[in-house]
C-alpha cells in the first residue's frame, strides 16, 4: 500500500495496488513495446526457413514428484520467495516484513523476498521455458492461484513437499482447503491465503435497487451497462453455474456450454460493461460498475477508503480459491522454504500476516491471535469465514489439459477475443 | 540500407602514396567494426526473434507434448477467418486515432514551429511532459475523466452530443467509457506526442523567407500554406502518422482499460492467444499476419504520399 505515491487522478492507494497486481499492469508498457518490435520490420526472416524446423518447444518433463536439485539449505541460509505485490505485512516505518523478519530471527534463514507475479498466465511465460529446460528459475518459493498450480503440478514443475519438515502447516491448515482434487493431500503445496469470490456493488451507484444474486446482474435492465464480470474464467463462470444451480466442483461440457450462453446474452445485449482483472476496484469504487463480481480480499480493503461499496454472498453460494506455496524444480533451498510455508502456519504469523492484508487465512485457530490485533478483522466473515459461510463455499474443479484449451477458447470468445 | 552501401563502398583513393598503405588497411575494415554492435543488435533482438516467432507459426503441439514444425500453414488461414473482425477493427480504430492526432497535432505542431516565440520550450516540454508519467496511469487517468458520473459526460450528455455518437454507433447508452470513442480517444491521447514532433520537426525547418516570398507573390495566408507550407511539412506528416498509426494498430492496453467486449483489438487477441489459451503458433501468426498488414498498408501510403524522406 504504502508505495511510490504518484497519483494523478486520486486513485487510491488499493487501486493503485490493484492496477500493479492487474494482469496487465507492470508489463504493458514492456510488452507494448516487443509487440512493437514484432510488428516493425518485414517478413525478411522468413528467409532462413532452415533455421526454423531447428525450433520448438519442448515437452513438459513428464517425472511425477518433480526435480530436486542438490539442497544447499545446510549451507546457504536464504530462501528466494516470489510472491504478489501487496501480500504480506509491512511495517510502515521501516518498510520491512515484520513475519519474514522474525522468521530470520529464529531460524538464521534470510528471505530474500520478491514482489514479481503480477499475472498468474504472466508469470508462467516467464519461468515455463526454465522448467521445460530443466533449469532453476532462481526461485525456492512461489506463490500461484489454484489453476496453475494444478498445471505445475501436472507439468511435473514442482517438487514434493517433506512432510516432517511441515509439522504445523498439517496441523493447522483449515479444513476447508485439506483436499482440492489437483492435489488431495497437500502433497505439492500449502496455500499462501484463500480468496473469496462475492457480489459487490455500489450503494450509491445502485441507487436502491437490489442485487441479491448473479441472476439480478445478468437479468435486471435497470443495471444495463454497468456490471463487471472477472477475466479470470473460474470466478466468472463458477459464480455463474453456482446460480444456473450447477456445481462447479463436478461439471460436464454441456453444463459449461450453458453458462457460456447464458453469459453471451447478457453481453450480446449490452447489460456486461466490461470483463476485467484487478482494475474492477476502482471501476466500482467510482460507481461506474454498480455491482459486479469482485475478490473479497479486495473489498474488505475497498471498504475502508469507499463507504459506499458493499458485498453480498448470494444463496446460491460463492467461490472460494487459493494461492498456493510451490517449490519449483530445482529450486537451490527446499528445506529452507519448507520451514518457511511451515512458519506462517502457525498462528502467531498467520495473524499478523491475515491482519495486514485482509485475505482470507488459511490457518485454522487463528481467530484468537488475529482478535488481539484487531478485533474487527477477527469477527469480519471474508477474513475468516465461519462455518456457515465455509458451508457455501465452492471451488472450481481442476481441469485436464484438453479441457482448459478449449474453455479458456470459449471464454475469451465470450470476452471479446 | 544506406549504411550497408556506405560500407561496401571502397574507401576514397589517396591520390599517391605507397607508404600510407598500412592505415588505409586498417581503415578498410573501421566501418564493419563501427557496424558490429548495431549489427549484433539487430540479429539478437530484431532478427532471432523474428526467427523464433516464424517457426513457433507453423509448428503444432501442446504444452504438455511440446512443440513441433510440422508447416502447418493453414494456422494463417484458421487465426484470420477467426479474427478478421478483430483486425478490421484495429485498423480503423488506429486510422481514426491517426486522423484525430493528425487534426489535432498539427495546428500545435504550427503553433510551437512559428508562434510560440519564446513559450516554445515550455510548449515543448508539456507536450512530452505526459510520458513521465507510466502508459498505464496515463490511460487509467481517463477512466476518472470519462467516468459515467463525471463532469465530461454530463455536459456532453446535455448537449446531446450522446445521442448523436449513440446513433453513429460510437458510443452506448449515456456513457463514454467501455463504447468505441473512449478507445479511440484514448489511443489518440496516447500517441498524439508522436505525432507533433516530426510534425514540428518539418514546420520548424521550413525558411520563414518562403512565406514572405509568397507574400510578396501576393497568395493569401491559406494559399500559402496550402502551396507551401503543407507541403514541405509532408515529410513530417508521413512520419507521424507511421509513428502513430503503426503502435495504434498493435495496442491493447486501451482497449482492455477504455473499451468493453466489442472493442476488442488485434492486440488484445493476441495477448490472450498467447498468454491465457496457450495457442502460441496461433498467436505468432496473427503478429505475423498483422505485421503483414501493416507492412503492406505503410507501403501503399508511402508511394502515394510521394515522399522519400521521412522528417
Partial sequence: MRMEQYEPDRLTPVEVAAIRRSLRSGRAAMTRRSLLRASAGGA?????????????????????????????????????????????????????????????????????????????????????????????????????????????IRLGYVQKLDPSNL???????????????????????????????????????????????????????????????????????????????????????DDFDAVIARLQKAVDKGQIRRFTGNDYTSDLSKGDFAACIAWAGDIVQLQADSPDVGYVIPDSGYMTSTDNMLIPNRARHKTNAERLIDFFYEPEPAAELAAYINYVSPVAGVKPYLAKIDKSAADNPLILPDKAMQARSHAFRSLTQKEETAYQQKFSKLTGA | MTTLTEAEAPPPLAPTAPEQKPPRKRGRFTPYWLLLPGILWLIVFFALPMIYQASTSVQQGSLEQGYKVTWHFATYWDAFSE?????LRSVFYAAGATVLCLLLGYPLAYLIAFRA????????????????????????????????????????????????TNWLGWTAGDRVLATPLAVVCGLTYNFLPFMILPLYTSLERIDGRLHEAAGDLYARPWTTFRKVTFPLSMPGVVSGTLLTFIPAAGDYVNSELLGSTDTRMIG????????????????????????????????????????????
Fill in chain 2, 268 to 311: 488484445n487477441v493476441i495477448q490472450t492467444q498467447f498468454l491465457r489459451i496457450l495457442d502460441y503458433p496461433t498467436a505468432a501468426a496473427l503478429s505475423f499476419i498483422l505485421m503483414a498488414a501493416i507492412l503492406a498498408m505503410v507501403t501503399i501510403y508511402i508511394r502515394r504520399s510521394g515522399t522519400e524522406d521521412l522528417v
Fill in chain 1, 167 to 253: 509439522p504445523h502447516a498439517f496441523a493447522n491448515l483449515s479444513d476447508q482447503f485439506r483436499a482440492p482434487d489437483w492435489d488431495p493431500g497437500r502433497a505439492y503445496s500449502y496455500p499462501w491465503q484463500g480468496i473469496s469470490t462475492v457480489i459487490a456493488y455500489n450503494k450509491k451507484a445502485l441507487d436502491g435497487i437490489e442485487v441479491k444474486s448473479v441472476s439480478d446482474l445478468l437479468d435486471n435492465p435497470k443495471l444495463k451497462g454497468r456490471v463487471g464480470f472477472l477475466t479470470e474464467m473460474r470466478d466468472s463462470i463458477g459464480m455463474t453455474m453456482l446460480d444456473m444451480g450447477k456445481d462447479p466442483a463436478k461439471f460436464t461440457d
Fill in chain 2, 83 to 87: 479474427y478478421w473482425p478483430q483486425f
Fill in chain 2, 117 to 164: 516565440g519564446r513559450w516554445r520550450n515550455l510548449i515543448m516540454v508539456l507536450v512530452i511532459a505526459p510520458f513521465f508519467t507510466s502508459f498505464l496511469i496515463r490511460t487509467l487517468a481517463w477512466k476518472t475523466i470519462l467516468a459515467d458520473n463525471g463532469p465530461v459526460v454530463h455536459v456532453l450528455n446535455s448537449l446531446h452530443v450522446l445521442d448523436v
Fill in chain 1, 44 to 152: 525478411l526472416a522468413v528467409g532462413g526457413l532452415g533455421a526454423l524446423s531447428a525450433c520448438g518447444i519442448p515437452a513438459a518433463t513428464k517425472t511425477q514428484g518433480g526435480v530436486s536439485a542438490d539442497d544447499h539449505s545446510a549451507k546457504e541460509r536464504v530462501v528466494n520467495f516470489s510472491n504478489w505485490p501487496e501480500y504480506i505485512d509491512v511495517d510502515d516505518k521501516t518498510k520491512r516484513h515484520p513475519t519474514l523478519d522474525a522468521f530470520a530471527r529464529r531460524t538464521g534463514i534470510q528471505v530474500k523476498y520478491t514482489e514479481d507475479i503480477n499475472d498468474n498466465d504472466e508469470f508462467f511465460g516467464k519461468i515455463q521455458p526454465q522448467l521445460a529446460a530443466g533449469q532453476d528459475t532462481g526461485r525456492d518459493l512461489v506463490v500461484l492461484t489454484d489453476w496453475l498450480a494444478a498445471r505445475m
